[in-house]
């Protein structure tokens, strides 16, 4: 199983992106879907997850700026990030729950500039 990540860049605050993933390979279904984000010096955080019934989950950081969906058939999970701030940047991360074990994409940087 592999996740790959896209959508990163550099944007100005205030700006969006949108980050998608796709996962490929042998798989059933995908429990959890999730973002999270790593910016220097610091631990990785969780910013938002959606299961596979579509209930979803977001940081205090990111509520009413963010919104995290996912396409069920294209075994995509994506994130809508709007009115961007500097504390924002960092590497993100997308994330799997694939029956009991959890798969991690490659990261894909995100710079929000002021």
């Known amino acids: 199983v592999q996740l790959q990540a896209s959508g990163g860049g550099l944007v100005q605050a205030g700006g969006s992106l949108r980050l998608s993933c796709a996962a490929s390979g042998s798989i059933f279904s995908i429990n959890a879907m999730g973002w999270y984000r790593q910016a220097p010096g610091k631990q990785r955080e969780l910013v938002a997850t959606?299961?596979?019934?579509?209930?979803?989950n977001y940081a205090d950081s990111v509520k009413g700026r963010f919104t995290i969906s996912r396409d069920n058939a294209k075994n995509t999970v994506y994130l809508q990030m709007n009115s961007l701030k500097p504390e924002d940047t960092a590497v993100y991360y997308c994330a799997a729950e694939i029956g009991l074990v959890d798969y991690w994409g490659q990261g894909t940087q995100v710079t929000v500039s002021s």
């Open positions: 959606i299961t596979s019934g579509g209930s979803t």
